[in-house]
């Protein structure tokens, strides 16, 4: 049984999108989500990914719902031969809400101070069977789409990397470091709650180039995902998280429309992609914001 209680209490089922989108490629839809029946849908399939998949729940169905839902927009895939939502991304837009879930884990001070809308991305989760091709890149269609609409001048959100490992995440901080990935305009550090014990420490130890073996390994930990908006330009927002619920880290990603890699936006806004075509990039989808 699904908690319905939840549902009513995050408002669910009085949902409306904000932005709409709609558009088909092949056997597949890709739209904004229209109403709380579809939005249930959705939220369904980010209970089997970040519930059952990601740390294991053995409750064969359920839901994974919070208070953004409601004032966020979802994009989604349906497949048309089964009529089934197979991928989704929840897309939080500063003209519509001023709360984001990023602001449980980072103070998001300069982001927030920067001009311009901003918008979070998050949720995102596709089926296991989909999870490449040309599915990816629709979502990445429909999330250009929505920064037009809204005229987004920066996306962030939460990408997260599965290690509990301290010396793991200082070893990740500190390679993002010599890479040139942090600016001081935009540093966001984790909030108490989230802040991971012995970091600073591990950080201290690591405080000196990286070794060619210690390159490989942090580059080895780094998902596609992350590595995705790394080639499109973001950067990150200083230490990392400390998601104990997820047993993750997370490094908040920030992407700037005037720093965008221009060719890379092009792959996304303007692909056109045949059936059965590989995507641009494969990638997991690991961002939770």
């Given at each position: 049984m699904?908690?319905?209680?939840r549902l009513?209490q995050?408002?669910?089922?009085k949902?409306k999108p904000?932005v709409e989108i709609?558009?088909?490629?092949?056997?597949?839809?890709?739209?904004?989500?229209s109403?709380?029946e579809?939005?249930?849908?959705?939220?369904?399939?980010?209970?089997?990914v970040?519930?059952?998949?990601?740390i294991?729940?053995q409750?064969p169905?359920?839901?994974?719902?919070?208070e953004?839902?409601f004032?966020?927009d979802?994009?989604?895939i349906i497949?048309k031969k089964?009529n089934?939502?197979?991928g989704t991304?929840?897309?939080?837009?500063?003209l519509?809400?001023q709360?984001?879930?990023s602001a449980q884990?980072?103070?998001?001070r300069?982001i927030?101070e920067?001009?311009g809308?901003k918008?979070?991305?998050?949720?995102?989760?596709i089926?296991?069977?989909y999870?490449?091709?040309?599915?990816?890149s629709?979502?990445?269609?429909?999330?250009?789409?929505?920064?037009?609409?809204?005229?987004?001048?920066y996306?962030f959100?939460c990408a997260?990397?599965k290690?509990e490992?301290?010396?793991?995440a200082?070893?990740?901080?500190q390679?993002?470091?010599?890479q040139?990935?942090?600016?001081?305009?935009t540093l966001?550090?984790?909030?108490?709650k989230?802040s991971?014990?012995?970091?600073?420490?591990?950080?201290?130890?690591?405080s000196?180039?990286l070794?060619l073996?210690?390159n490989?390994e942090?580059e080895?930990?780094?998902p596609s995902?992350c590595?995705a908006?790394?080639k499109?330009?973001a950067?990150?927002?200083?230490?990392?998280?400390?998601?104990?619920?997820?047993?993750?880290?997370?490094f908040?990603?920030?992407?700037?429309?005037e720093?965008?890699?221009k060719?890379?936006?092009?792959k996304?806004?303007?692909?056109?992609?045949?059936p059965?075509e590989?995507?641009p990039?494969s990638?997991?989808?690991?961002?939770?914001?």
């Amino acid at each position: 049984m699904f908690n319905f209680y939840r549902l009513r209490q995050n408002k669910i089922h009085k949902f409306k999108p904000k932005v709409e989108i709609h558009s088909e490629k092949g056997p597949f839809v890709l739209k904004t989500v229209s109403d709380s029946e579809e939005l249930i849908e959705a939220l369904k399939l980010r209970y089997q990914v970040f519930h059952r998949e990601m740390i294991g729940k053995q409750k064969p169905q359920g839901i994974d719902v919070d208070e953004f839902d409601f004032v966020c927009d979802h994009l989604v895939i349906i497949d048309k031969k089964i009529n089934k939502i197979v991928g989704t991304y929840r897309l939080n837009c500063s003209l519509f809400s001023q709360a984001y879930y990023s602001a449980q884990e980072f103070n998001l001070r300069k982001i927030l101070e920067l001009p311009g809308t901003k918008l979070e991305l998050g949720r995102a989760c596709i089926q296991t069977e989909y999870r490449r091709g040309i599915v990816i890149s629709l979502l990445w269609r429909g999330i250009a789409e929505y920064m037009m609409k809204t005229q987004s001048q920066y996306l962030f959100g939460c990408a997260s990397i599965k290690t509990e490992s301290p010396r793991q995440a200082a070893l990740l901080y500190q390679y993002f470091r010599q890479q040139g990935r942090y600016d001081e305009n935009t540093l966001c550090p984790p909030t108490l709650k989230y802040s991971m014990p012995n970091l600073s420490l591990w950080i201290q130890n690591l405080s000196r180039p990286l070794t060619l073996e210690e390159n490989v390994e942090a580059e080895a930990l780094i998902p596609s995902l992350c590595t995705a908006y790394l080639k499109a330009g973001a950067n990150l927002g200083g230490e990392p998280a400390y998601d104990q619920e997820f047993k993750c880290i997370d490094f908040l990603t920030i992407l700037s429309m005037e720093h965008l890699n221009k060719a890379l936006w092009r792959k996304y806004s303007q692909w056109n992609q045949t059936p059965g075509e590989t995507a641009p990039i494969s990638l997991n989808m690991e961002m939770r914001a």
